[in-house]
């Protein structure tokens, strides 16, 4: 990219980053700058160009003393607006401020610690508001009020909860539930016999808290706001955030581990959290780990689509991505050169001096295994005798949640561990174990740091542990050795430079003790640099500004896709023009079509799914629809015709059964509607799927006439793709390597069957039946087809569309053999030979040889007079189709048979 050497270059830029952030202009108003780029990735990679040439350009306007303004594009941008800031609301639970009343309308406000408020407080290219909980209870209006405008001037806006629904939501379901359960420590287990209401009532409260908070948000949004909601506190907000907005841009992040969908599995709303989460537009983990986890919940439990990108229903992509956190390096590295902490550190050194130093810092919890840590401690000085004297373990135990039982007996158990081991390596001037139940100010800790040789960081489960962070930022000069839990988060970054270890594996973390007290310089240093390196380059600013990026062009792409989904279908439109109409022709599918619904927001029952029953309510709609004179209809499926005959066979209605093969008349007469195919490849593929459902538990396969369809939809997902897998190269490669077949692929099925059967030239051959049997002397001039298709069968919406400007008009057949002839059917109507225009209904065999030879023009009347205002194509639960128009269940299918029962009865 070109270097920027005037103020008219950063006015260019600013609107190509405006345009990026725009749907489908091909070039800006500058010639000489960038079009807009197709790709996420080539997007994302312009926006980080321009954003790293507008920092660049705004500290040289900066440190030069530029003018006030910049000119550019008819606009006056000022120096404070040169680099791009978008308003961002970051909604978490807490604010970054404790809030202490000291009178009536008086508050003392102090800034928080904590991984996020640390990470947020390097974050400076963002107009950033935070909205949460300030942590008090303020039950009257005015100390509401006056803490509101006390929190204003540190740009915080607060959400005021009672004391009932923090306990139930807050303590409750936040932290007795989805805390314990989100670090594999599972679900409390008095609650399992004692607390089904109490669980409940805990659940009501935290969608009623999300709720509160998304009042809130919903009070101070503004158009083209970004909205960043943090953490397992708020998982229902994005739901109730895009419920009352649905353009807002919406990001949710996990500053936890998210469990595998074993664990998650366990969690009676497991399915609502999740659904709730997946309305936001990009969800956010630290690790691919966790965003692993997340996508294989939501296909595992959810029965939805994972895929690279993220978690697909039903064309709706909510993308699902790793996003490791970083901290502001420049602060600690800054602080360090202070001289009160010079002299700090200085009163450290001679304290320790002619002993290594060891720290960890942790809060005191049960996940940041500290026990282990100090046994681990305990069993090297066992191992290493020489070095009672010359180490000492300096542990930093913040205390949380200390009203808590099981947290007291941690306590407890960690005192005892370290008086004991005190006790027995300890001399009159000296003891091996430095132990603080309190936190340090942000001072005394960079001191610490900057001192330690070997920073020991044990955690049994970390969502990512930011003080590995914090001690390689201070490590300038020392450059210790950094020992840290491959259960933390922070391992898959800082794992090149650090000693990784199990914590649970004693002997392990003590023989990495010793090693790191005995590293060499020169690795030490090696070490150091590569996680210096990451540390200052990975940074919350670095890790805020992709996030919001890939949200921005998440929303891009969003726009992109719903251009290419169809629109919902007007009921009332399809019916004036059914009312207006004379000839009439419903082609309906069947499951998921006509069906009833099997999954009634639990789990869906196999067994069920395998015996699809008629919805009830349709049947008095379809009843009318046959005696109407002027309306034929037919349900076309690919199901055997036993299974239509079943659940329709009382209806005088054309049935289609194996995607039209086999045709059922009104009279109820099953005839062959094809002619004779090869099937001697049958048995082979015969064999190889009753293989594969023998060795995949819950699937099935069915044998057709025409076709084998091996269905693996209840079977465990990633296995049920493998084999899947595995059948379709074994297929490919042998039994159907030289047959004249088809292998059609649905969402989680295989499906093998002659070529050629298709729906789309199956309702070919059905129409020269219709005609022949009813004699139609009128043009069928109106058309809905409704229909939950495969794609390789969408060609039936394909079949009726009109020619652009033009009417489809095709010619009357009257069927040979119980079939009509055929032809390949193209995308705007049917394609003859040699790709032109041709009339597939026509009266007499010889009549397209006629046409083929020049001899003449058709003289036979027209079936189809479809005007394109009388065509209706409509997919069933299916957004990415080439219908028209898209129903959202077969409830809807119902009401729309209803109405159009309705019209024709009165008629």
């Known amino acids: 990219m070109k270097s920027i050497r005037s103020y008219e270059d950063i006015a260019i830029l600013q609107h190509d980053l405006d345009e990026l952030q725009k749907s489908d202009m091909h070039v800006d108003d500058y010639n000489n700058t960038s079009a807009i780029l197709r790709t996420r990735h080539e997007r994302l990679l312009k926006e980080r160009e321009l954003r790293k040439s507008f920092k660049s350009q705004n500290e040289d306007v900066l440190g030069n003393g530029g003018t006030d303004s910049i000119i550019g594009n008819g606009q006056i941008l000022t120096t404070e607006t040169a680099v791009i800031r978008q308003r961002l609301l970051v ?24 991984g996020l408020v640390s990470a947020l407080l390097g974050i400076t290219d963002f107009d950033t508001k935070w909205i949460g909980w300030a942590g008090v209870n303020v039950p009257d209006e005015i100390g509401q009020k006056s803490l509101t405008e006390a929190l204003a001037e540190k740009r915080c806006i607060p959400v005021f909860l009672d004391e009932d629904l923090v306990n139930l939501y807050y303590n409750g379901y936040c932290n007795n539930i989805l805390w314990p359960l989100f670090h594999y420590l599972g679900l409390p287990q008095e609650d399992r016999l004692a607390t089904t209401r109490s669980f409940q009532s805990q659940f009501d409260a935290y ?77 956010g983990f630290h690790t691919y780990d966790y965003a692993r986890h997340f996508v294989s919940a939501c296909t595992r439990i959810l029965g939805l689509e994972g895929t690279p990108d993220g978690v697909e229903d039903q064309g709706k992509l909510t993308r699902v991505a790793a996003f490791p956190i970083g901290i502001d390096p420049g602060r600690f590295i800054r602080a360090i050169q202070l001289p009160q902490i010079k002299d700090h550190i200085m009163e450290l050194k001679e304290r320790f001096a002619g002993r290594k130093v060891m ?7 049960m996940i940041k295994g500290i026990p282990q840590k100090i046994l681990a401690f305990e069993k090297f000085l066992e191992e290493n005798p020489d070095w009672h004297d010359k180490v000492v373990l300096l542990q930093i135990a913040v205390p949380t949640r200390t009203d808590v039982p099981e947290y007291q007996k941690l306590t407890c158990q960690v005192h005892e561990i370290v008086g004991r081991i005190n006790g027995r390596f300890g001399s009159l001037t000296t003891v091996p174990i430095h132990h603080l139940d309190r936190s340090l100010d942000f001072h005394g800790l960079c001191a610490l740091y900057a001192i330690t040789d ?35 988060g922070a391992a898959q970054s800082l794992g090149a430079g650090a000693i990784l270890v199990n914590p649970w594996n004693i002997t392990e973390v003590a023989s990495s003790i010793a090693y790191a007290l005995n590293m060499p310089a020169e690795e030490r240093e090696k070490r150091h640099h590569n996680n210096f390196m990451h540390v200052t380059t990975h940074t919350s600013q670095e890790w805020a500004e992709t996030f919001v990026s890939e949200l921005n062009d998440t929303i891009v792409e969003a726009q992109l896709r719903i251009r290419q989904i169809p629109p919902l279908l007007q009921a009332e439109k399809a019916l004036e023009r059914y ?107 015969k064999h190889v799927f009753e293989y594969f459902t023998e060795r995949t538990p819950r699937s099935h396969f069915e044998l057709r006439e025409t ?3 091996w269905n693996y939809k209840h079977a465990d997902v990633e296995f049920g793709k493998l084999q899947a897998k595995d059948m379709l190269q074994h297929l490919w490669t042998g039994p159907i390597s030289n047959a004249s077949v088809e292998v059609v692929q649905g969402g989680r099925s295989v499906e ?11 309702i070919k051959r059905i129409l020269g039946q219709v005609i022949h049997y009813k004699d139609l002397k009128e043009p069928i001039d109106y058309v809905l087809c ?29 069927p040979v053999n119980g079939s009509s002839t055929d032809h390949s059917v193209g995308r705007n109507g049917f394609s003859g030979p040699r790709g032109k225009k041709s009339h597939p209904f026509s009266a007499s065999d010889g009549n397209d040889a006629c046409n083929e030879n020049g001899n003449g023009k058709d003289t036979t009347p027209s079936i189809l007079d479809l005007n394109s205002n009388n065509y209706f194509s409509c997919a069933v639960k299916r957004k990415r189709s080439s219908a028209r128009y898209l129903l959202s269940s077969s409830a809807d299918v119902v009401s729309l048979l209803e109405k159009l029962a309705d019209v024709s009865s009165e008629r």
């Not at 978490?92 to 904590?114: C, D, F, I, Y």
């Not at 720290?359 to 919890?365: C, F, H, I």
């Not at 029952?605 to 629809?625: A, C, G, T």
Request: charged fraction near 25%.
């Open 91 to 114: 909604v978490a639970n807490r604010l970054p401020v404790s809030a202490t009343r000291k009178g009536e309308a008086s508050w003392q406000l102090e800034m928080s610690v904590g």
């Open 207 to 283: 969608k009623k808290a999300n709720q509160m908070f998304a009042d809130v948000v919903n009070e101070h949004y503004t158009e083209r706001d970004v909205i960043w909601c943090h953490d397992y506190h708020l998982m229902f907000l994005p739901k109730c955030l895009k419920e009352h907005n649905n353009k807002m841009k919406v990001g949710w992040f996990l500053h936890t581990p998210f469990p595998s969908s074993e664990i998650h599995r366990t969690l009676p709303s497991r399915s609502e959290l999740l659904r709730a989460v997946l309305v936001a537009d990009l969800v």
């Open 359 to 365: 720290l960890g810092v942790d809060r005191l919890d």
């Open 454 to 488: 070997v920073a020991l960081i044990t955690s049994l489960r970390d969502g990512m542990n930011l003080v590995s962070y914090e001690f390689v930022a201070c490590q300038a000069s020392k450059k210790g050795v950094l020992i840290l839990s491959e259960f933390a």
């Open 579 to 685: 009312l207006h109409s004379n000839n009439r022709l419903l082609i309906l599918g069947f499951n998921a079509t006509l069906t009833e619904p099997v999954d009634s927001g639990r789990r869906v029952d196999q067994f069920k799914e395998m015996e699809p029953k008629l919805h009830p309510d349709v049947k008095e709609s379809l009843r009318k629809l046959c005696d109407d004179p002027k309306t034929t209809v037919v349900v076309l499926s690919g199901s055997h015709h036993s299974i239509l005959d079943k659940n329709l066979g009382e209806f005088n209605i054309w049935l289609a059964a194996e995607h039209g093969v086999f045709l059922r008349t009104p009279n109820k007469k099953w005839i062959r509607n094809l002619p004779e195919i090869h099937m001697d490849w049958v048995d082979s593929v």
């Open 707 to 709: 076709s084998l369809v």
């Open 752 to 762: 093998v069957r002659a070529v050629g059967v298709t729906k789309g030239a199956g």
């Open 786 to 814: 409704v229909g939950h298709f495969l794609p390789k069968d969408e060609d039936v919406y394909t079949f009726f569309e009109p020619e652009p400007q033009t009417p489809v008009r095709s010619s009357l057949s009257s």
